[in-house]
């Protein structure tokens, strides 16, 4: 998850044609081979009337048949179910059974639309990352999407409506700035690590909340980290940033340094840090961990060493939020069906606050959500950037890299459930393993969890 006014819309020349299955109607050649074992051409002899119909009769026997056994491929399938429709196109797939594929793919792009019930909008991108998977374009059309994100400032507005309509954002945002506040709550100067600062608006309400401290506020030291090519997310650069935080900086009369880094995480070493003595350390990955490399990818494992060297800083206060999904090492299959559920579950909650017909629907879901879901369901290798784990996998890299978890303050559990309840019912929120997990209806969605 992360982000013109022209709607997108997905290229059809990009998907390809649907096959049409090839029938053969050759009519075969009279050759003969006499007793004495010399090869001749014997005349073509009119064939009777009772044979060729006896032919005919064959032929069509034939074809139904094959019509049948084409049917009863399909007849799992119920009438009118797009997310079974949707899970059998990825099985053919992932059997290679091109010809049955483009057949089931023909019918799906009939049922999806981006204007539809959610399944409907979800389902004109999972199908594009299907083609795409199928003709080995799924990085192109990664990039193209990248390419054709809108200006910043309208991105950001997409980002920003995302972030009202939904409280998946302010959840990650409250349950870390929580974490940090409590860990750095009695030290003089605080050193922040934002392993994605992107627009650095996260930072706002602590900055504000360690201004207003009775015995005066600390000095804050803040290095944004970003991805160099990213600059959609950042405007007009890390420069915007920093302008932002000297603007907070005057506002509520607390002193800030900004120092911005535009590497990948994975590249970021201690020397670009600054790491000073006598300053309280905490390190932020806001939905950003599982963008980096992991040892699927990279023997080296670049994941797990970017823990590694976290720790060896040896930080007070870490903050991880990331989406509780099941995509990094899982069979093709396995993962089209979680990314299915995954993202169904953030769909149907966006439908209860947007309409259906709203164009800033149309953009939060193409510029926010559709470019994370076609790699994540077309590329493979280096080129699947978006590789999720489940808490339970995070927690495990967490302490093999010496960090001990801690569980999220009791008031910072009671904020974030009255924040849900100026949302919809059906958002879920349940402590596990000493994580926050929000949810929609049955599906975990967004873990926060805080380490030192």
Partial sequence: MAPDDEDITMSDTSLGESSRPQTSGQTTRAWSQDHHGSCVIQP????????????????????????????AKFQSIPPGNLKQLLIACAKALAENNINDFDKLIGKARIAVSIGGEPIQRLGAYLVEGLVARKELSGNNIYRALRCREPESNDLLSYMRILYEICPYLKFGYMTANGAIAEACKN???????????????????????????????????????????NKHARGDGLEA????????????????????????????TPDMLDIRPGEALAVNFPLQLHHTPDESVDVSNPRDGLLRMVKSLNPKAVTLVEQESNTS????????????????????????????????????????LAKDIVNVISCEGKERVERHELFGKWKSRLIMAGFRQYPLSSYVNSVIRSLLRCYSEHYTLVEKDGAMLLGWKNRNLISASAWN
């Fill in 44 to 71: 073509r002899q009119r064939p009777s009337v009772v044979s060729g119909q006896r032919q005919s009769d064959e032929d069509a026997l034939i074809e139904e048949h094959q019509k049948q056994m084409e049917e």
């Fill in 187 to 229: 030290d003089e100067r605080i050193h922040i690590i934002d392993f994605q600062i992107a627009q650095g608006t996260q930072w706002i309400t602590l900055l504000q909340a360690l201004a207003a401290k009775p015995g005066g506020a600390p000095h804050v030291r803040i290095t944004g980290i970003d991805d160099p090519v």
């Fill in 241 to 268: 940033v920093h302008r932002r935080l000297a603007a907070i900086s005057e506002k509520f009369n607390i002193p800030i340094e900004f120092h911005g880094v535009p590497v990948f995480a994975s590249d970021v």
């Fill in 329 to 368: 090492t899982t069979p093709f299959l396995t993962r089209f069906i979680e990314t299915l559920d995954y993202y169904l579950a953030m769909f149907e909650s966006i439908d209860v606050t947007l309409p259906r017909d709203q164009k800033d629907r149309i953009g939060v879901e193409q510029h926010c």
